[in-house]
């Protein structure tokens, strides 16, 4: 490029250049006397370059600042994706609170930046598909450079009465980095049979490109399509690979077992009458809340307990065991006490009741509540 009238040659030819230079030549000694070698012509020389960078900045710059704005869309989107947010939001939600957000600022540099930034629905559609098939790769190419892997599945039924199959990995590298992710959620919508759930996760398994001889162990929820010693799901996997794998039951259903086998239903029942006294009336429930708040409890209403969200049966009754006494006294008011309101007051009762409150706020929060305050309590 030259510096003095700043165009580019195409070829870089030795003539060619010459012809160039000689073209200039004559203007530039004759108008500001630089003759070759003078220290004028090397000031000039310096000053153009300076000019030429200084120019050269003002796109580097911008182009800088496209590249933030294109950085916070892609932001914003994996925002509205991680809250489960509608797309349109980015439009008609966010980039209004910015627009908003500038102009109070007062400074139209910052306002002129925010109508930049690319937020509409297909947009924010498309950073999320480029997300989403960025972090799929990264997770593919974790995977593949695992050195020996293990796998857990658990089917469930969505709200839609669908089996899905959850599929998660536990991998380890050679610096024994150790990883777990989600790799699959298969949904089936026929029978859920071993053979079938075999099926899905040898489809997961071959979409990933893992090699089937780093598998080391499966863990399972214990359903009988999982663990049987014929058609289980397991037993499908050893003998398509030929060789024995080490079989584990999952944790959480270990720890749901655990508080089934028990025996401590005649704890769990009346409590749960108790709460459905209260909760299943809104009148009572109204009036439950408003005596909590007049005698300014810790908590200002029960929760409900189901038997299918199991893993709130320490929450329950961890709240049930602060607000005993206020719920004796409530339904004793009411008349409405269970048929085993002589429970509420056995010594041995509370004992009971203390222990299951201790081991399942253990096994569901992983944290072990205090017994010497409850049996003081007692």
Request: charged fraction near 30%.
């Amino acid at each position: 490029m030259c510096i003095v009238c700043e165009s580019t040659l195409s070829e870089n030819r030795r003539h060619d250049l010459s012809r160039h230079y000689k073209k200039h030549q004559v203007e530039v000694e004759e108008k500001q006397k630089l003759m070759p070698g003078s220290e004028l012509r090397k000031e000039y020389v310096v000053k153009k370059k300076e000019d030429m960078k200084k120019r050269r900045n003002l796109f580097v710059k911008r182009s800088c600042e496209s590249l933030a704005m294109l950085e916070a869309s892609y932001e914003i989107a994996f925002v509205l994706a991680k809250k489960h947010m509608p797309f349109s939001d980015g439009e008609y939600i966010v980039k209004p609170c910015l627009q908003k957000f500038a102009k109070c600022l007062g400074d139209k540099s910052i306002e002129r930046k925010v109508n930049e930034i690319a937020l509409s629905k297909q947009t924010i559609t498309r950073r999320i598909e480029e997300l989403s098939h960025d972090v799929f790769e990264q997770l593919k190419e974790r995977v593949h450079a695992c050195s020996f892997f293990s796998l857990a599945l658990d089917e469930s039924a969505d709200i839609c009465d669908v089996a899905q199959l959850s599929i998660f990995i536990r991998g380890i590298d050679d610096n024994f980095n150790i990883f777990e992710e989600l790799i699959g959620l298969e949904s089936l919508h026929g029978k859920t049979r071993g053979s079938d759930i075999f099926e899905k996760v040898k489809s997961c398994l071959e979409n990933q490109h893992l090699n089937f001889s780093k598998l080391l162990s499966v863990c399972t929820d214990g359903a009988p399509s999982m663990i049987g010693r014929v058609a289980g799901t397991v037993a499908l996997l050893e003998k398509f690979f030929g060789r024995p794998l080490l079989k584990y039951h999952c944790i959480i259903h270990q720890e749901s077992l655990c508080v089934t086998i028990l025996n401590l239903q005649h704890v769990m029942i009346p409590v749960v009458k108790c709460v459905n006294k209260i909760r299943a009336k809104g009148l009572n429930r109204r009036e439950f809340r408003e005596y909590c708040e007049v005698l300014d409890m810790e908590y200002g209403d029960l929760i409900l307990h189901c038997e299918v969200h199991w893993l709130s049966r320490g929450q329950v009754l961890k709240r049930f065991w602060k607000l005993k006494n206020i719920v004796h006294g409530f339904l004793e008011e009411k008349e409405e006490l269970p048929e085993e309101r002589i429970l509420l007051c056995n010594e041995k009762w509370m004992f009971d009741s203390t222990f299951l409150v201790d081991i399942t706020s253990h096994l569901n929060g992983g944290c072990l509540i205090d017994i010497t305050s409850h049996l003081n309590d007692v």
